[in-house]
């Protein structure tokens, strides 16, 4: 079960990680669909309080990429709402539920604009990033590991 808890944060920037489109991807699309995939990944700043979400979401036929998006949310977090959530002793950081979901929500979001703003007036804009619940790709607090020495 989730827990309630939500750590207070604020946009500070949107970024287009990758982006590719094959030029054959209508075509090879509309003969017969290709895999679809998706990816996110979570991350902490622990000695800057901010958090970051990268939301990738692929097509592939026959192991050929046809599309590549790789979106990126990141978020100033409340300082002192972090420090409560960062384990010093662990080198840990506890991410909310809903912290997380807020973030992979802004994330797919400005993939899809992505996607939209390259493609607009082009056969290829037909093509969407599927509708994906958060609640089915998070299930509860992230415990991230802080691999560097930071500033803790």
């Known amino acids: 079960m989730a827990t309630r808890s939500k750590l207070e944060v604020s946009l500070l920037k949107l970024t287009t990680e990758q982006f590719f489109c094959s ?37 592939k036929k026959d192991n050929n990429e046809l599309l590549v998006i790789e979106a990126g949310a990141h978020f100033k977090a409340d300082e002192e709402g972090f420090k409560k959530l960062l384990n010093k002793k662990k ?34 804009n037909g093509i969407f990033i599927p509708l994906i619940d958060p609640d089915s790709v998070l299930e509860k607090d992230i415990i991230i590991d802080l691999l560097l020495e930071e500033n803790l």
Do not use: W, Y
Request: proline residues 1%; positive net charge; contains cysteine.
């Open 23 to 59: 030029e054959n991807l209508f075509s090879e699309f509309k003969k017969t669909e290709g895999a679809m995939n998706n990816t996110i990944q979570l991350g902490v700043d622990a000695s800057k309080s901010i958090l970051g979400c990268l939301f990738k979401f692929e097509i």
């Open 91 to 124: 080198k840990t950081f506890t991410l909310p539920f809903a912290t997380a979901r807020l973030m992979l929500v802004v994330a797919i979001g400005v993939a899809r604009g992505i996607l939209h703003a390259k493609t607009e007036g082009t056969d290829i």
